[in-house]
């Protein structure tokens, strides 16, 4: 069950428990990630806490806060509030369209996501996974991505969150879907096990390549200064997947955005006001995570 208390009740009732206490000790005592109780929670980004937290929280604070509950939800409220009810694993799939949001979505699943097939005894499991960071992540999941399923697969998908953990994870089930992805050019299973590589109908085609390389930096990817004393911008994208690295490299350069070499074999930079520019003018982003901290960094170093 979850609770939602009245708009600033959660807020104060929060800031009554962490009376003298840190956030850290509070986090412990609650059994919550302090990032998301802090940000997501403390702030009020998120309106629901489940009632194992809410009994504690009005323990610590002395206090209870019965009378500001409006709703009580089921557990299952935000699976079913992020996807349809489905038949499993016996859904059927309309044929999926060769596209820039296709190819986005693809960057984001060899970024963040993969293709799982759970077999044992009677037990059958196929699922498009997409995982995140719950404080960081989680509109990027359960509004943007969601959305692109939505016009892709004609389903948002089921959203799980697990705050312990501080991860998020936003699922699609489908024999059918599997399969199709699988002729699209994803592999299931682990990614770096199988060495995934760009699909070459994405490669062949630049309209889709920049919508992949959006989704691959979008989740494996990172804006920060070069360093304290160099303020100028720099884009770095991470991957243990040998073919992965090497296709975002040659992609990049295909495309005329300079990177650096392929870094202790699995890392890249783009650098330098120019090249940093032409990426984000080009290929851009849809995580607001980046876009937000794009936004503080260029502050000290305006991109012109």
């Given at each position: 069950m979850r609770i939602v208390l009245t708009k600033g009740k959660q807020k104060e009732l929060i800031k009554k428990a962490r009376n003298k206490i840190t956030w850290l000790e509070l986090s412990k005592r609650v059994g919550l990630n302090k990032k998301y109780l802090q940000n997501e929670l403390g702030n009020e980004k998120r309106r629901t806490i489940s009632e194992k937290v809410y009994n504690k929280l009005?323990?610590?604070?002395?206090?209870?806060?019965?009378?500001?509950?409006?709703?009580?939800?089921?557990?299952?409220?935000?699976?079913?509030?992020?996807?349809?009810?489905?038949?499993?694993?016996?859904?059927?799939?309309?044929?999926?369209?060769?596209?820039?949001?296709?190819?986005?979505?693809?960057?984001?699943?060899?970024?963040?996501?993969?293709?799982?097939?759970?077999?044992?005894?009677?037990?059958?499991?196929?699922?498009?996974?997409?995982?995140?960071?719950?404080?960081?992540?989680?509109?990027?999941?359960?509004?943007?991505?969601?959305?692109?399923?939505?016009?892709?697969?004609?389903?948002?998908?089921?959203?799980?969150?697990?705050?312990?953990?501080n991860e998020i994870f936003l699922t699609i089930h489908g024999k059918n879907l599997i399969k199709m992805l699988n002729e699209l050019g994803l592999k299931s299973g682990n990614k770096k096990i199988n060495n995934q590589n760009i699909p070459d109908w994405i490669k062949k085609n630049n309209s889709f390549l920049e919508?992949?390389?959006?989704?691959?930096?979008?989740?494996?990817?990172?804006?920060?200064?070069?360093?304290?004393?160099?303020?100028?911008?720099?884009?770095?994208?991470?991957?243990?997947?040998?073919?992965?690295?090497?296709?975002?490299?040659?992609?990049?350069?295909?495309?005329?955005?300079?990177?650096?070499?392929?870094?202790?074999?699995?890392?890249?930079f783009i650098s330098g006001k120019e090249q940093v520019n032409k990426y984000i003018k080009k290929i851009g982003f849809n995580n607001q995570k980046h876009l937000k901290r794009l936004e503080k960094l260029q502050m000290n170093a305006p991109i012109v």
């Open positions: 009005c323990k610590i604070a002395k206090e209870n806060y019965d009378k500001f509950i409006t709703r009580r939800l089921d557990d299952n409220w935000g699976r079913s509030k992020g996807g349809l009810r489905s038949n499993g694993n016996t859904k059927k799939f309309g044929k999926i369209k060769k596209d820039k949001k296709l190819a986005e979505l693809f960057g984001i699943i060899l970024g963040d996501g993969h293709l799982e097939v759970y077999k044992k005894d009677n037990a059958r499991c196929y699922a498009l996974k997409i995982a995140g960071n719950l404080s960081q992540d989680y509109e990027y999941l359960s509004e943007y991505i969601s959305k692109l399923f939505i016009s892709i697969f004609k389903e948002p998908g089921k959203i799980r969150e697990i705050p312990k953990k919508a992949c390389l959006r989704g691959l930096i979008d989740t494996d990817g990172s804006v920060h200064h070069i360093s304290r004393k160099n303020r100028n911008l720099r884009i770095c994208f991470t991957s243990y997947i040998p073919n992965l690295i090497e296709d975002v490299h040659k992609s990049l350069n295909k495309l005329n955005i300079k990177t650096s070499k392929i870094i202790r074999k699995k890392q890249i």
